[in-house]
């Protein structure tokens, strides 16, 4: 079991994380047409942002969602069509709906915090559920986070190691 510190950062970081992968805002699909890489990171054709993790609540102001901890750290972001369908389209989610981040904070002023986390559609039942993976936890009232591996000053920890933690 991690200790209390790393459970708030970690808290913290998939805090961030967490706002990443939902708050993929509605002006995504709207922009999808432009294809190719935006200012910010994002490639909504190709379904993956990558790039300093101040791009991802689009707003290049040395901040995420207003903490400057985490702005210059590197982010890979990549979701699935049946996320972006459901998401943003209005389609029902489906058990190959799933999100990846993988947050690197070992690049010039970064946090030194890394966390790499695959997130699954399960669907309301959550632990009852039929697509559940034994080893991971819940997220969002519909979510599993089937892998979670964070490392920071105080330590390398697995938060969930689901059997299997392979997406789709």
């Given amino acids: 079991m991690p200790?209390?510190?790393?459970?708030v950062m970690n808290k913290k970081l998939l805090s961030m994380v967490a706002l990443t992968a939902m708050a993929l805002l509605p002006v995504l699909a709207v922009s999808a047409a432009s294809g190719g890489f935006d200012q910010n990171g994002y490639n909504y054709n190709a379904r993956i942002f990558v790039g300093a993790a101040d791009g991802v609540d689009r707003g290049l102001d040395g901040a995420v969602w207003g903490d400057p901890?985490?702005?210059?750290d590197h982010l890979v972001m990549k979701w699935s069509k049946a996320w972006d369908d459901a998401r943003f389209h209005g389609a029902s989610w489906t058990p190959d709906a799933w999100v990846t981040n993988e947050w690197n904070g070992?690049?010039?002023g970064g946090s030194g915090v890394t966390e790499t986390v695959k997130i699954i559609w399960v669907g309301p039942q959550l632990e009852e559920s039929p697509y559940w993976r034994e080893g991971g936890y819940a997220i969002w009232g519909e979510f599993e986070a089937?892998?979670?591996?964070?490392?920071?000053?105080?330590?390398?920890?697995?938060?969930?190691?689901a059997t299997p933690n392979g997406l789709g």
């Fill in 3 to 7: 200790r209390f510190g790393v459970k």
């Fill in 69 to 72: 901890t985490y702005a210059k």
């Fill in 106 to 108: 070992h690049v010039p």
């Fill in 146 to 161: 089937i892998m979670d591996h964070y490392t920071g000053a105080d330590g390398n920890f697995w938060l969930a190691h």
